[in-house]
Nanobody, 122 residues
Framework: QVQLVESGGGLVQTGGSLRLSCAAS????????MGWFRQAPGKEREFVAA????????LYADSVRGRFTISRDNARNTVYLQMKSVKPEDTAVHYC???????????????WGQGTQVTVSS
């Protein structure tokens, strides 16, 4: 069992930056691909970014490519999502997840955090 805890969410103005963290407890995430997803009110959960266990490969949704960067520190058992040039449409609960393969699909991920709210004001 992998427990994931997100942090770093909050209120940010359009064009600002925010860094989300996802820390794993009780078990290492070293062997897992990690992903970030988000869900806005009234919308389905959508893929944001993912990274392989080694950090050697990444995937991004078209809506965030060039603005967001996913990274990981396996020694700290933590994954990050650096968000820059944020837009009001980035407002959502952001979730991290651990899975066995790099994928933009939520069904590929086994463990999920509880999420952290990101609100972008216009």
């Amino acid at each position: 069992q992998v427990q994931l805890v997100e942090s770093g969410g909050g209120l940010v103005q359009t064009g600002g930056s925010l860094r989300l963290s996802c820390a794993a407890s009780e078990r290492t995430i070293r062997n897992y691909a990690m992903g970030w997803f988000r869900q806005a009110p009234g919308k389905e959960r959508e893929f944001v970014a993912a990274i392989t266990w080694s950090g050697g490969s990444t995937l991004y949704a078209d809506s965030v490519r060039g603005r967001f960067t996913i990274s990981r520190d396996n020694a700290r058992n933590t994954v990050y999502l650096q968000m820059k040039s944020v837009k009001p449409e980035d407002t959502a609960v952001h979730y991290c997840a651990a899975g066995s393969v790099l994928s933009p699909h939520s069904y590929a991920y086994i463990y999920w955090g509880q999420g952290t709210q990101v609100t972008v004001s216009s």
